[in-house]
């Protein structure tokens, strides 16, 4: 169900957004609306019901109780019609015809759409004769602004029911942390108890889907490589958290830290963050406050903790003391500060950038351990052994020329488990054919990894 509901509100968002380029009996208009009309039908007839409901709720959709995932790229437009019409949601009834669905549509093509409140609106709907399609008030259970509750929002949100792929969940995450950096430059305040809920949410997924939230690792940044950046972070930083068995408090908070350890530098010019030239010292200084003026962004958001707060101050300071922002010789770091520090370094050394190619994770290694002093002994130790030479979601081909993604690491640092995805010939294997191996037992005792394939996706 959640498909179709999925398809809908892209359908409605594009059908808008066509009405507004184009008169209302355009084909392609007309299109769009026979294809709602058709998956509404679709809808009915297999749920046996008489209206589709697709509520809004603080900037999401949510079907059934649940955040829908996918479309809040593309259903913007959708989100937006509701906040002007002051409702809810949107009701589709049973008997939902193109008519009612084009008519609908020029009240969206309206320049000016004359609705101060909810009744307005509905009356608006009534004088164009739309008779199928209403619209419901605003939730008001406030489930979404305390923690606690937020987080059963996202609970009820099973994994492999409503989520059909890991790329919806990664794209969910990151529209929040860009969501949350451009709030941070526009200085309008970063909502850090969302952020508490999607570290839940990813401390879920990356418990028992590893290797498929890192699959999404490598997805470069379209223009601002600091939100996938902080996604990448926060993933490596709760996955290596959680083998680590640190308790839930420490886990969300270096998720959060993880996902807005960089927020300070939404608040520094473009020309500054991504010039290609030498920076001069001024231009230095702006960057290297990054952390100092993050946390001081941070610091006024409701429900920060002192750890989220100490995080994102001190991820720039090297286990020596040295980096910035200065720190007295006496000052004690926490470890969920010490590991995401090295988790940030991991992450910018192993992404792409517009200067530089990936690194494998090996040549990454070396280059850390190489910077005496510059990270926690045990912290890098354990940071390596768990996320390897392969880490999860990566692609390898063995040395029999099958390919796979590493879908868990083990006790032998190449040797992980795989799920071969292409054979011998290095054809692939569509998804029934696909099977998992264990490196480390007898049977394979012949085969071992050859290459890491850091592109094999692309
Ligand atoms: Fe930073
Ligand atoms: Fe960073």
């Given at each position: 169900m959640v498909d179709i509901v999925n398809k809908i509100i892209i359908l409605l968002s594009k059908g808008m957004a066509n009405r507004k380029l184009y008169f209302s009996d355009h084909p392609r208009v007309d299109s769009y609306a026979a294809e709602i009309v058709d998956l509404a039908n679709e809808f009915f007839y297999s749920n046996n019901s008489r209206q589709l409901y697709i509520g809004i709720v603080d900037g999401f959709f949510v079907y059934d109780g649940k955040r829908v995932f996918g479309p809040s790229v593309t259903g913007k437009r959708l989100i937006a019609l509701a906040k002007t019409l002051h409702c809810g949601g949107f009701g589709l009834q049973r008997g939902i015809n193109v008519g009612d669905i084009k008519k609908f549509f020029d009240i969206t093509a309206l320049k000016n759409i004359p609705v101060k409140k909810l009744a307005d609106a509905r009356a608006l709907l009534k004088n164009y004769g739309v008779v199928t399609i209403n619209i419901g008030d605003?939730?008001?259970?406030?489930?979404?602004?305390s923690v606690g509750a937020h987080g059963k929002v996202w609970e009820g949100q099973v994994v492999g029911k409503g989520l059909e792929s890991p790329s919806f969940m990664y794209q969910e995450i990151y529209d929040f942390v860009s969501k949350a950096y451009g709030n941070a430059a526009a200085g309008t305040g970063v909502n850090v108890e969302q952020a508490k809920s999607v570290s839940e949410f990813m401390l879920k997924y990356i418990q028992t889907n590893f290797a498929d939230v890192m699959q999404y690792v490598h997805y470069p940044d379209n223009d601002s490589y600091t939100v996938g950046h902080s996604v990448r972070v926060a993933s490596l930083a709760i996955y290596v958290g959680l083998k680590m068995g640190w308790d839930d408090n420490d886990l969300l908070s270096i998720g959060v830290a993880g996902l807005l350890h960089d927020i300070g530098k939404a608040v520094i010019p473009d020309e500054i963050l991504l010039k290609k030239g030498k920076l001069t010292k001024e231009e230095f200084e702006i960057i290297r406050d990054h952390p100092r003026a993050g946390a001081e962004i941070l610091m006024e958001q409701k429900g920060v903790s002192e750890l989220d707060l100490a995080a994102c101050w001190g991820h720039h300071i090297r286990y020596d003391g040295a980096g910035y922002p200065d720190v007295p010789l006496w000052a004690v770091r926490h470890p969920v500060t010490a590991l995401l520090q090295v988790c940030d370094v991991f992450e910018a050394l192993t992404a792409v950038r517009p200067y530089k190619p990936a690194l494998e994770p090996q040549v990454a290694y070396s280059i850390m351990l190489n910077d005496k002093g510059a990270f926690h002994p045990g912290l890098i130790a354990a940071f390596i052994s768990m996320v390897t030479v392969y880490p999860p979601g990566t692609y390898v081909r063995l040395t029999d020329k099958r390919v796979g993604m590493v879908v868990e690491v083990t006790e032998v640092i190449d040797r992980p488990n795989l799920l071969v995805t292409a054979g011998e010939g290095g054809y692939p294997l569509d998804a029934d054919s696909q099977y998992y191996i264990n490196l480390n037992e007898v049977e394979n005792k012949d085969v071992a990894v050859e290459k890491l394939l850091l592109d094999y996706l692309d």
């Amino acid at each position: 169900m959640v498909d179709i509901v999925n398809k809908i509100i892209i359908l409605l968002s594009k059908g808008m957004a066509n009405r507004k380029l184009y008169f209302s009996d355009h084909p392609r208009v007309d299109s769009y609306a026979a294809e709602i009309v058709d998956l509404a039908n679709e809808f009915f007839y297999s749920n046996n019901s008489r209206q589709l409901y697709i509520g809004i709720v603080d900037g999401f959709f949510v079907y059934d109780g649940k955040r829908v995932f996918g479309p809040s790229v593309t259903g913007k437009r959708l989100i937006a019609l509701a906040k002007t019409l002051h409702c809810g949601g949107f009701g589709l009834q049973r008997g939902i015809n193109v008519g009612d669905i084009k008519k609908f549509f020029d009240i969206t093509a309206l320049k000016n759409i004359p609705v101060k409140k909810l009744a307005d609106a509905r009356a608006l709907l009534k004088n164009y004769g739309v008779v199928t399609i209403n619209i419901g008030d605003i939730y008001t259970d406030n489930a979404l602004s305390s923690v606690g509750a937020h987080g059963k929002v996202w609970e009820g949100q099973v994994v492999g029911k409503g989520l059909e792929s890991p790329s919806f969940m990664y794209q969910e995450i990151y529209d929040f942390v860009s969501k949350a950096y451009g709030n941070a430059a526009a200085g309008t305040g970063v909502n850090v108890e969302q952020a508490k809920s999607v570290s839940e949410f990813m401390l879920k997924y990356i418990q028992t889907n590893f290797a498929d939230v890192m699959q999404y690792v490598h997805y470069p940044d379209n223009d601002s490589y600091t939100v996938g950046h902080s996604v990448r972070v926060a993933s490596l930083a709760i996955y290596v958290g959680l083998k680590m068995g640190w308790d839930d408090n420490d886990l969300l908070s270096i998720g959060v830290a993880g996902l807005l350890h960089d927020i300070g530098k939404a608040v520094i010019p473009d020309e500054i963050l991504l010039k290609k030239g030498k920076l001069t010292k001024e231009e230095f200084e702006i960057i290297r406050d990054h952390p100092r003026a993050g946390a001081e962004i941070l610091m006024e958001q409701k429900g920060v903790s002192e750890l989220d707060l100490a995080a994102c101050w001190g991820h720039h300071i090297r286990y020596d003391g040295a980096g910035y922002p200065d720190v007295p010789l006496w000052a004690v770091r926490h470890p969920v500060t010490a590991l995401l520090q090295v988790c940030d370094v991991f992450e910018a050394l192993t992404a792409v950038r517009p200067y530089k190619p990936a690194l494998e994770p090996q040549v990454a290694y070396s280059i850390m351990l190489n910077d005496k002093g510059a990270f926690h002994p045990g912290l890098i130790a354990a940071f390596i052994s768990m996320v390897t030479v392969y880490p999860p979601g990566t692609y390898v081909r063995l040395t029999d020329k099958r390919v796979g993604m590493v879908v868990e690491v083990t006790e032998v640092i190449d040797r992980p488990n795989l799920l071969v995805t292409a054979g011998e010939g290095g054809y692939p294997l569509d998804a029934d054919s696909q099977y998992y191996i264990n490196l480390n037992e007898v049977e394979n005792k012949d085969v071992a990894v050859e290459k890491l394939l850091l592109d094999y996706l692309d």
